[in-house]
């Protein structure tokens, strides 16, 4: 595939950003995880040689500072994490991840209220209902806590996690936002599945702090 793109950067008052690409397959987004790593030392190599020597480019210039290590995957999901966004703007990887064939939203961090964010929609049956009583009352009690960094599913930054949970019967409904998803994200899941929860299902989706859309909505 031959990306075509050229991006000029603009300014960005976040510290960081975050990029969720979903893909059909876990295959597709290792494939285009592999493409984005090898833009990004192709993009060094460019970015490192003097002004006089660089040529024009022939394919997609990423940011120099992001690393290969910065993209990483998880089932279907490609995760792209920067934390120099103060010269640059993130958005010019939303084209990137489509013409890779996925479905991309963008968090920045902090957040502001012309921000976008990523909000995860997680359903889930748990195997009775007490059990799915007991899930809800210990994860309410998380979202509810100041202490976002001692969560079920682990501690430290990579486990922040707010948002809402409803229960009925056996489900478990959970709307949540994510300070870290390539890290949260899977944890919360595999804590899931450890207290015997099936037919797991997750919908990303790109929100704005001043839109309020609802989850029907633009969903990844």
Same mark, same amino acid.
């Given at each position: 595939?031959?990306?075509?793109?050229?991006?000029?950067?603009?300014?960005?008052?976040?510290? !960081?950003?975050? $990029? $969720?690409?979903?893909?059909?397959?876990?295959?597709?987004?290792?494939?285009?995880?592999?493409?984005?790593?090898?833009?990004?030392?192709? !993009?060094?190599? /460019?970015?490192?040689?003097?002004?006089?020597?660089?040529?024009?480019?022939?394919?997609?210039?990423?940011?120099?500072?992001?690393?290969?290590?910065?993209?990483?995957? /998880?089932?279907?999901?490609?995760f792209?994490?920067?934390?120099?966004?103060?010269?640059?703007?993130?958005?010019?990887?939303?084209?990137?991840?489509?013409?890779?064939?996925?479905?991309?939203?963008?968090?920045?961090?902090?957040?502001?209220?012309?921000?976008?964010?990523?909000?995860?929609?997680?359903?889930?049956?748990?195997?009775?209902?007490?059990?799915?009583?007991?899930?809800?009352?210990?994860?309410?009690?998380?979202?509810?806590?100041?202490?976002?960094?001692? !969560?079920? /599913?682990g501690?430290?930054?990579?486990?922040?996690?707010?948002g809402?949970?409803?229960?009925?019967?056996?489900?478990?409904?959970?709307?949540?936002?994510?300070?870290?998803?390539?890290?949260?994200?899977?944890?919360?899941?595999?804590?899931?599945?450890?207290?015997?929860? !099936?037919? %797991?299902?997750?919908? %990303?989706?790109?929100? /704005?702090?001043?839109?309020?859309?609802?989850?029907?909505?633009?969903?990844?």
């Open positions: 595939m031959r990306l075509s793109l050229w991006q000029q950067f603009s300014s960005n008052h976040s510290d !960081s950003f975050r $990029v $969720v690409g979903a893909f059909d397959s876990p295959e597709s987004a290792t494939q285009a995880a592999e493409t984005i790593r090898a833009l990004v030392a192709r !993009s060094q190599q /460019w970015y490192s040689q003097e002004e006089y020597e660089r040529r024009d480019p022939e394919n997609l210039i990423l940011l120099p500072e992001l690393k290969a290590s910065s993209v990483n995957t /998880w089932e279907h999901f490609l792209i994490y920067d934390h120099h966004t103060e010269d640059y703007e993130p958005t010019a990887y939303k084209p990137l991840v489509k013409q890779l064939g996925g479905q991309v939203a963008i968090q920045f961090q902090p957040l502001d209220v012309n921000d976008s964010y990523v909000q995860v929609k997680i359903i889930c049956q748990a195997p009775d209902e007490t059990t799915g009583q007991h899930l809800y009352k210990v994860i309410d009690n998380y979202f509810e806590k100041s202490d976002h960094y001692t !969560s079920p /599913w501690k430290g930054y990579g486990v922040w996690a707010r809402m949970i409803q229960h009925e019967h056996r489900q478990l409904t959970l709307n949540v936002e994510f300070s870290n998803i390539g890290q949260a994200l899977p944890k919360m899941i595999a804590y899931l599945r450890n207290q015997g929860c !099936s037919e %797991i299902t997750y919908q %990303i989706a790109e929100r /704005w702090y001043w839109e309020g859309k609802p989850w029907e909505e633009d969903d990844v």
